[in-house]
């Protein structure tokens, strides 16, 4: 039994309509007035890019990277940097987008100090100290990276996802504008937000902290009683605002919730961590093209089928904390109507509940369940111990 845990935050948050604006005081603070800002072309063809240039005066010099693609190549990173520092001396990181730019962002902020190739930091722990002053500016609501101390990167020449985690690559900045989430597609609304979701959902019912059964230094630690209070906050948004913000885009209200949502969520999950879901749905990103946030979407009511009966407690609490009048029900009967209350949202944000409608086939199940059981940080975290049998029933389940 672990006898403590600890929680890890990023500095500052800025959150608001116009909050952009503050961009260049927040430079200031860390006397930067060589600014990179690493995004992608969709971001500049919208003219977001153009919104947060614009703030900055003629004191300022601005290098724009805008080649980030969904889980970028390890090289762009280099590449950034590279041409970054051919054009001015860098004092800060702005990383503005989803999830794939401001991940690359922490990379450029790691190389920009230590220095070497990406490959030295894979794994975890492997960051010296602090990394180069990063802001990050989220414009959609799912990945929580403006906040968590993650990477997702692609590995080309090995053919594979790989990862940097320390708490080190924490942006020291998230600037949180919900004005520059309004167009994104309703699509990317959905698959974003019910990632969020699965963070908020997975880190509130991972399992206790003090019971994680490893003597290593963790970054996912388990559950605890902070990460709960942010993680049941952060359901309550999502749940009041992803609808929609699906369906009414430019409903600045939604907009918001989801924006808060998905901060809290990724304060929850980079300290408590996730489970289960985003186990199984590692592997089966490499069978389908969905994006992730639909298979950790179209996964948890079946996650949380497969672990109900050990966090009874835990589901019953999270439905009546958004959902008052769910106090008359038994402990039971409310962890149901929260599943249900999942799957529902699932079918209002007409997000796929099967996996067979992804193209999933029954015989790719025993290698997703086999691979997901590899994936140690994970695993540990799920509150009913899996097998690759038991993960094979939830699969078939789920099919």
């Known amino acids: 039994m672990r006898s403590t845990w600890k929680?890890?935050?990023?500095?500052?948050?800025?959150?608001?309509?116009?909050?952009?604006?503050?961009?260049?005081?927040?430079?200031d603070k860390f006397n930067a007035k060589n600014i990179v800002i690493v995004t992608d072309r969709g971001i500049r063809d919208a003219g977001i890019l153009q919104k947060v240039v614009d703030?900055?005066?003629?004191?300022?010099?601005?290098?724009?990277?805008d080649r980030a693609i969904p889980e970028p190549p390890v090289d762009s990173a280099v590449e950034c940097l590279e041409e970054a520092?051919?054009?001015?001396?860098?004092?800060?990181?702005?990383?503005?987008?989803?999830?794939?730019?401001?991940?690359?962002?922490k990379v450029v902020a790691l190389l920009l100090r230590y220095g070497g190739e990406p490959a030295d930091y894979f794994?975890?722990?492997k960051v010296p100290g602090p990394v180069a002053p990063l802001i990050a500016i989220p414009t959609t609501a799912g990945t929580g990276s403006e906040v968590t101390s993650v990477t997702v990167l692609t590995d080309v020449k090995n053919k594979m996802k790989?990862?940097?985690?320390?708490?080190?690559?924490?942006?020291?900045?998230?600037?949180l504008d919900p004005e520059l989430t309004l167009k994104l597609p309703a699509y990317v609304t959905a698959c974003s937000g019910i990632d969020a979701l699965s963070h908020a959902v997975e880190a509130y019912t991972a399992k206790d902290a003090h019971y994680i059964e490893t003597d290593d230094e963790l970054l996912f630690q388990g559950g605890n009683p902070i990460s709960d209070a942010l993680a049941l906050q952060a359901i309550k948004y999502i749940f009041e605002g992803l609808v929609l913000a699906v369906n009414q885009g430019s409903n600045i209200e939604a907009r918001s919730k989801m924006l808060m949502g998905s901060l809290l969520a990724g304060q929850a999950f980079s300290n408590a961590g996730t489970a289960a879901a985003h186990a199984l749905a590692y592997p089966l990103g490499g069978i389908v093209k969905s994006p992730h946030g639909e298979l950790t979407g179209l996964l948890l009511p079946h996650v949380l089928r497969y672990n109900q009966s050990v966090i009874k407690d835990k589901l019953a609490t999270v439905e009546r904390f958004i959902s008052p009048e769910s106090g008359v029900l038994t402990e039971e009967e409310a962890g149901d109507r929260f599943i249900e209350r999942v799957e529902q949202l699932l079918e209002e944000i007409q997000l796929p509940s099967s996996l067979s409608q992804i193209g999933v086939k029954e015989e790719d199940l025993a290698e997703v369940a086999e691979k997901a059981l590899t994936i140690d940080r994970l695993v540990r975290n799920t509150p009913r111990?899996?097998?690759?049998?038991?993960?094979?029933?939830l699969l078939l389940g789920a099919l």
Do not use: W
């Open 7 to 27: 929680v890890n935050f990023t500095e500052t948050v800025v959150f608001g309509n116009g909050a952009i604006n503050e961009l260049p005081e927040l430079c």
């Open 55 to 65: 703030t900055f005066d003629d004191s300022y010099q601005t290098f724009v990277y």
């Open 85 to 105: 520092k051919n054009y001015m001396d860098v004092d800060l990181i702005v990383g503005l987008g989803g999830g794939s730019s401001i991940d690359l962002a």
């Open 123 to 125: 794994g975890e722990h």
């Open 162 to 175: 790989t990862g940097i985690s320390a708490n080190e690559l924490r942006p020291k900045v998230a600037l």
């Open 385 to 393: 111990v899996p097998t690759k049998e038991s993960f094979e029933k």
